[in-house]
């Protein structure tokens, strides 16, 4: 296995368009989570799944933003109507929940711009 | 709510200096601690961790005590080396670990 893997790593976009992301977790993580960050700034969670559900989604997390993980594998992020505060780079991170393990391996992330 | 507070940089040591990143947290129950490192490039990456109080977590001649009475976990080095210039995250997982809080990262850049 060769970690968390994130697809495109870099999308430039007209503000309006919608951009999709795709995350791929480490196989046999159930767990499966998205970030958001900003230049300076630590990641701040959006969204987590486990298997198929989605079960928790952040404030930040506007109407134009959806996640799907439909077979609890792999998982994408759409942004409909993308405004220039949506440049940042978005994380995907997956983690095997279990008692006392909570540490999450993240992917390397894809870098949106909106210009 | 939970937070963590990482002490600012950048922060700039000779090779060989000894490391100190400080990071205090907040927080309403026993949460896990983490700190997370980040090359330039790159994604973020586990460093080490601690779960429960006086745990020290270590990895690759860095260590943290999880200290309750202070609500800390300071980042400690040696000797740093010039491939440890990175951005070190500090973090934080309250009970069954749904979402991580991270602080702001602090800026390491270890010069010859």
């Known amino acids: 296995d060769t970690g968390v893997s994130q697809n495109p790593r870099h999308k430039i976009t007209k503000r309006g368009q919608n951009v999709t992301f795709r995350c791929d977790p480490i196989s046999e993580h159930n767990r499966l989570y998205w970030y958001r960050q900003t230049l300076g700034q630590g990641p701040e969670f959006l969204t987590y799944f486990q298997n198929e559900a989605q079960l928790e989604k952040s404030r930040l997390l506007s109407d134009r933003f959806s996640a799907e993980r439909p077979k609890g594998s792999f998982s994408t992020l759409e942004i409909q109507r993308t405004e220039q505060g949506d440049s940042a780079m978005y994380l995907c991170?997956?983690?095997?929940?279990?008692?006392?393990?909570?540490?999450?391996?993240f992917g390397p992330g894809t870098r949106l711009t909106v210009t | 709510g939970d937070s963590v507070t990482q002490m600012e940089g950048p922060v700039t040591l000779s090779e060989e200096a000894f490391l100190t990143i400080n990071c205090t947290y907040t927080a309403t129950g026993y949460p896990s601690l983490f700190w997370y490192v980040q090359y330039p490039g790159e994604g973020l990456q586990l460093l080490l961790k601690a779960t429960k109080a006086d745990d020290k977590g270590s990895n690759k001649g860095f260590e943290a005590t999880y200290r309750k009475e202070t609500t800390s976990f300071h980042l400690e080095k040696g000797s740093v080396q010039v491939s440890d210039s990175a951005v070190y995250f500090c973090?934080?997982?309250?009970?069954?670990?749904?979402?991580?809080?991270f602080g702001t990262g602090t800026s390491l850049t270890v010069i010859p």
């Open positions: 991170a997956s983690s095997l929940v279990e008692t006392g393990r909570h540490e999450q391996y």
């Open positions: 973090a934080l997982s309250e009970g069954t670990g749904n979402q991580f809080y």
